[in-house]
């Protein structure tokens, strides 16, 4: 029998991530979509990634078969039933609206769609949630504009914003003005920094975005002083050593540097990125780490710590968690 999941929030995770192949195939015959493989089984032969370009390719070529309110809520519903499986109790979940306007769904469909099936996720799975919006930034920074008025009726639904996508070539300054006006609806702030972009993106996003949490922070190692300037301000990293090694940023397990993070005093956390597309949720990422780093159970429980720690929690719910 495999051990007790540790207790833990998970902060880095996409829920378009989440789509099993067979959840894909059951909503693309729902709503008449036709999607370019026979089988789960062909689906799943996709899923090899040369970098982080070619997994958004089949990322986004799958979101077509999410249409409805009832297809965001469901696919929100089976994410809660595996991560309340794997110890999960509370759960910052990232969402793309862009890829879904950008097909002709309105962003109300979207938020309203998660944000129902996560009313639930309380009582019916223990777990606490809230919703984070991401920009894409391969797209412009007038885009990300657009979408945020969009979203201001929804706004109540929404704790922070995030930067995700093609991450090279597209600096976190193209979102200054993105950012200032969550800052100003009083929105938490993260971006996605230093996964396959360099150090100074990771720099720009605190300077110049204000973001409170960097999701990856992988190549901050290569900068000494920002190292240093993390460790001090206790700035949370969103770490997930199953993506890096598939969307490789990393050879193997085994080299991954989260040691070397821990180590450098950074406040690391361990979460599932895309799981579906990956090869595991949270704690699947917790069991492969403990394998391949030879983790000990303190180094374990202080990453699990630390995921509380990291969290848009108030100080009563941090608490009681920790
Ligand atoms: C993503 Cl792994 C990763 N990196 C950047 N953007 C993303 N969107 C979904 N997964
Ligand atoms: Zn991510």
Known sequence: MPAKPLPKAELHLHIEG???????????????????????????????????????????????????????????????????????????????????????VPIGTVIEGLARALDGSETRYGISTRLIMCFLRDESGQSALETFEAARPHLHRICGVGLDSAEVGNPPSKFREVFQRAADAGLHRVAHAGEEGPAEYITEALDVLGVERIDHGLRCLEDPALVERLARDRVPLTVCPLSNVRLRCVDRLADHPLPAMLAAGLLVTVNSDDPSYFGGYVDDNFTAIREALRLDDETLRMLAANSFRAAFLDDRARHDYL
Not at 19 to 32: D, K, M, S, T
Not at 34 to 63: G, I, V
Request: proline content about 3%; cysteine-free.
């Open 18 to 104: 989440t789509l099993e192949p067979e959840l894909a195939f059951a909503l693309a015959e729902r709503n008449g979509v036709t999607l370019p493989y026979a089988t789960t089984e062909e689906l799943r032969r996709a899923y090899s990634f040369k970098d982080l370009q070619s997994f958004l390719d089949l990322y986004y070529a799958l979101m077509a078969v999410l249409r409805t309110e009832d297809d965001f809520a469901e696919l929100v519903d089976a994410y809660l039933a595996r991560a309340a499986a794997q110890g999960v109790r509370h759960a910052e979940i990232f969402f793309d609206p862009q890829a879904h306007t950008a097909r002709g």
